[in-house]
Protein backbone atom coordinates (compact mmCIF):
# COMPACT_ATOMS: atom_id res chain seq x y z
CA UNK A 1 0.00 0.00 0.00
CA UNK A 2 1.10 3.04 -1.40
CA UNK A 3 0.86 6.65 0.85
CA UNK A 4 1.71 9.68 -1.30
CA UNK A 5 2.90 12.60 0.78
CA UNK A 6 2.04 15.97 -1.02
CA UNK A 7 5.52 17.86 -1.59
CA UNK A 8 4.77 21.66 -2.43
CA UNK A 9 7.16 22.96 -0.38
CA UNK A 10 5.53 23.43 2.84
CA UNK A 11 5.96 20.54 4.91
CA UNK A 12 7.27 18.54 7.70
CA UNK A 13 7.74 15.31 4.85
CA UNK A 14 10.59 13.53 6.66
CA UNK A 15 8.92 12.72 10.12
CA UNK A 16 5.36 11.93 8.50
CA UNK A 17 6.90 9.52 6.24
CA UNK A 18 9.14 7.81 8.70
CA UNK A 19 6.48 7.82 10.99
CA UNK A 20 4.41 5.87 7.68
CA UNK A 21 6.78 3.81 6.56
CA UNK A 22 7.11 2.43 10.66
CA UNK A 23 3.64 1.71 10.74
CA UNK A 24 4.66 -0.81 7.39
CA UNK A 25 3.36 1.32 4.55
CA UNK A 26 5.35 2.69 1.63
CA UNK A 27 5.62 6.61 1.77
CA UNK A 28 6.39 8.29 -1.37
CA UNK A 29 6.59 12.23 -1.10
CA UNK A 30 5.83 13.53 -4.21
CA UNK A 31 4.90 16.48 -6.36
CA UNK A 32 3.55 13.94 -9.20
CA UNK A 33 -0.13 13.91 -10.08
CA UNK A 34 -0.15 10.85 -11.31
CA UNK A 35 1.78 9.36 -8.74
CA UNK A 36 -1.03 11.42 -5.83
CA UNK A 37 -4.11 10.68 -7.76
CA UNK A 38 -2.45 6.68 -7.85
CA UNK A 39 -1.93 6.36 -4.09
CA UNK A 40 -4.39 4.20 -1.97
CA UNK A 41 -4.43 7.26 0.26
CA UNK A 42 -2.84 10.71 0.84
CA UNK A 43 -1.52 12.86 3.56
CA UNK A 44 -1.24 16.83 3.36
CA UNK A 45 1.39 18.00 5.84
CA UNK A 46 1.77 21.95 6.32
CA UNK A 47 3.92 24.48 8.79
CA UNK A 48 4.28 28.02 8.23
CA UNK A 49 1.44 30.84 7.34
CA UNK A 50 -1.41 30.23 5.55
CA UNK A 51 -1.44 32.32 2.37
CA UNK A 52 1.93 31.15 1.81
CA UNK A 53 0.91 27.56 1.37
CA UNK A 54 -2.05 28.57 -0.63
CA UNK A 55 0.20 30.65 -2.56
CA UNK A 56 2.61 27.30 -2.95
CA UNK A 57 -0.16 24.93 -3.99
CA UNK A 58 -1.50 27.12 -6.68
CA UNK A 59 1.57 28.03 -8.22
CA UNK A 60 2.77 23.68 -8.00
CA UNK A 61 -0.91 22.90 -9.24
CA UNK A 62 -1.31 20.82 -6.13
CA UNK A 63 -4.66 22.84 -4.97
CA UNK A 64 -5.84 21.05 -8.05
CA UNK A 65 -4.49 17.76 -7.19
CA UNK A 66 -5.79 17.77 -3.98
CA UNK A 67 -9.00 18.84 -4.69
CA UNK A 68 -9.07 15.86 -7.38
CA UNK A 69 -7.87 13.12 -4.53
CA UNK A 70 -10.96 14.43 -2.55
CA UNK A 71 -13.38 13.73 -5.43
CA UNK A 72 -11.66 10.26 -6.24
CA UNK A 73 -12.68 9.18 -2.93
CA UNK A 74 -9.14 8.51 -1.95
CA UNK A 75 -8.45 8.56 1.93
CA UNK A 76 -7.18 12.23 2.53
CA UNK A 77 -5.48 13.63 5.50
CA UNK A 78 -4.38 17.07 6.32
CA UNK A 79 -1.93 17.92 9.25
CA UNK A 80 -1.28 20.74 11.03
CA UNK A 81 -1.33 23.82 8.95
CA UNK A 82 -2.54 21.06 6.08
CA UNK A 83 -5.55 20.22 8.01
CA UNK A 84 -6.57 24.34 8.11
CA UNK A 85 -6.11 24.41 4.33
CA UNK A 86 -8.90 22.12 3.53
CA UNK A 87 -11.46 24.91 4.67
CA UNK A 88 -12.90 27.86 2.94
CA UNK A 89 -10.65 30.36 4.39
CA UNK A 90 -8.12 32.25 6.73
CA UNK A 91 -7.71 35.59 8.26
CA UNK A 92 -3.69 34.44 9.06
CA UNK A 93 -2.07 37.85 7.74
CA UNK A 94 -4.87 38.97 6.27
CA UNK A 95 -7.99 36.90 4.09
CA UNK A 96 -7.02 33.86 2.38
CA UNK A 97 -9.05 31.14 0.27
CA UNK A 98 -8.67 27.86 1.14
CA UNK A 99 -9.05 24.39 -0.08
CA UNK A 100 -12.82 24.74 0.32
CA UNK A 101 -13.03 20.86 0.84
CA UNK A 102 -14.77 21.58 4.49
CA UNK A 103 -17.01 24.65 5.78
CA UNK A 104 -15.30 26.80 8.24
CA UNK A 105 -12.39 29.24 8.71
CA UNK A 106 -8.90 29.55 10.43
CA UNK A 107 -9.31 32.48 13.05
CA UNK A 108 -6.14 33.65 15.65
CA UNK A 109 -6.53 32.36 19.52
CA UNK A 110 -8.34 35.83 21.44
CA UNK A 111 -6.15 36.77 24.28
CA UNK A 112 -7.12 35.30 27.49
CA UNK A 113 -5.58 35.44 30.82
CA UNK A 114 -3.21 32.33 31.64
CA UNK A 115 -3.02 31.47 27.96
CA UNK A 116 -0.53 31.92 25.92
CA UNK A 117 -0.16 31.92 22.14
CA UNK A 118 0.97 30.06 20.27
CA UNK A 119 -0.70 27.19 21.97
CA UNK A 120 2.63 24.53 22.28
CA UNK A 121 2.18 21.90 23.98
CA UNK A 122 0.43 18.68 25.12
CA UNK A 123 -3.60 19.14 25.60
CA UNK A 124 -5.80 16.23 25.80
CA UNK A 125 -8.30 15.36 23.15
CA UNK A 126 -12.22 14.68 24.05
CA UNK A 127 -13.15 12.70 21.78
CA UNK A 128 -17.17 13.65 20.14
CA UNK A 129 -17.76 11.09 17.57
CA UNK A 130 -15.67 7.66 18.74
CA UNK A 131 -17.19 5.67 16.34
CA UNK A 132 -15.80 7.80 13.92
CA UNK A 133 -13.07 5.38 11.50
CA UNK A 134 -10.19 7.30 12.74
CA UNK A 135 -11.19 6.79 16.55
CA UNK A 136 -11.92 3.55 16.83
CA UNK A 137 -10.83 1.37 19.46
CA UNK A 138 -8.88 4.60 20.85
CA UNK A 139 -8.60 5.67 24.17
CA UNK A 140 -8.82 9.81 24.76
CA UNK A 141 -5.02 10.98 25.67
CA UNK A 142 -2.65 13.65 24.96
CA UNK A 143 -1.25 14.62 21.41
CA UNK A 144 1.55 17.85 20.79
CA UNK A 145 0.20 21.23 19.62
CA UNK A 146 2.04 23.96 18.18
CA UNK A 147 -0.61 26.29 16.31
CA UNK A 148 -1.26 30.42 16.95
CA UNK A 149 -4.49 29.56 14.83
CA UNK A 150 -7.07 27.53 14.86
CA UNK A 151 -10.28 26.27 12.74
CA UNK A 152 -14.39 27.41 13.48
CA UNK A 153 -15.96 24.70 11.85
CA UNK A 154 -18.64 25.50 9.65
CA UNK A 155 -20.78 22.14 10.73
CA UNK A 156 -20.45 20.66 13.84
CA UNK A 157 -21.00 17.16 12.34
CA UNK A 158 -17.22 17.26 10.76
CA UNK A 159 -15.77 17.56 14.22
CA UNK A 160 -14.61 14.05 15.52
CA UNK A 161 -12.31 15.34 18.77
CA UNK A 162 -11.54 18.71 20.51
CA UNK A 163 -9.23 20.01 22.92
CA UNK A 164 -9.74 22.55 25.78
CA UNK A 165 -7.22 25.73 25.78
CA UNK A 166 -9.51 28.37 27.72
CA UNK A 167 -12.62 26.81 25.19
CA UNK A 168 -12.70 24.16 23.11
CA UNK A 169 -11.00 23.48 20.18
CA UNK A 170 -11.25 21.66 17.18
CA UNK A 171 -8.47 18.83 17.08
CA UNK A 172 -9.85 16.53 14.81
CA UNK A 173 -12.06 16.75 11.76
CA UNK A 174 -13.58 13.88 9.20
CA UNK A 175 -16.36 14.16 6.33
CA UNK A 176 -16.42 11.14 4.36
CA UNK A 177 -12.68 10.08 3.46
CA UNK A 178 -11.31 13.61 4.31
CA UNK A 179 -9.84 14.13 7.56
CA UNK A 180 -7.54 16.80 9.49
CA UNK A 181 -5.55 16.93 12.94
CA UNK A 182 -4.37 20.33 14.59
CA UNK A 183 -1.62 18.39 16.12
CA UNK A 184 1.07 16.60 14.18
CA UNK A 185 0.48 12.39 15.10
CA UNK A 186 4.07 11.66 14.28
CA UNK A 187 5.05 13.88 17.19
CA UNK A 188 2.31 12.86 19.64
CA UNK A 189 3.67 9.66 20.90
CA UNK A 190 1.41 6.54 21.28
CA UNK A 191 -1.66 8.13 20.89
CA UNK A 192 -0.49 9.87 18.07
CA UNK A 193 0.64 6.97 15.68
CA UNK A 194 -2.29 5.04 16.58
CA UNK A 195 -4.66 7.71 15.19
CA UNK A 196 -2.39 7.77 11.99
CA UNK A 197 -2.41 4.04 11.80
CA UNK A 198 -6.37 4.35 11.73
CA UNK A 199 -6.17 6.38 8.74
CA UNK A 200 -3.70 4.73 6.69
CA UNK A 201 -6.22 1.61 7.23
CA UNK A 202 -8.62 3.17 5.56
CA UNK A 203 -9.92 2.23 2.05
CA UNK A 204 -10.80 5.11 -1.41
CA UNK A 205 -14.21 4.92 -1.74
CA UNK A 206 -15.36 2.31 -5.01
CA UNK A 207 -17.58 4.97 -7.68
Not at 32 to 61: K, N, T, W
Not at 99 to 116: C, E, I, N, Q, T
Not at 141 to 150: A, K, L, T
Amino acid sequence: MTVAIVDYGMGNLHSVSKAVERLGYTSLVTADAGEILAADSVILPGVGAFGDAMEHLRASGMDVVVKAVAEAGQPLLGICLGMQLLFSSSEEHGEHKGLDLLPGSVVRFAPRDGYKVPHMGWNKLGFLQPASPLLTGLEEGHVYFVHSYHVLAGSDSDLLAVTDYGHPVTAVVGRNHVYGMQFHPEKSGELGIKLLGNFLRLRREQA
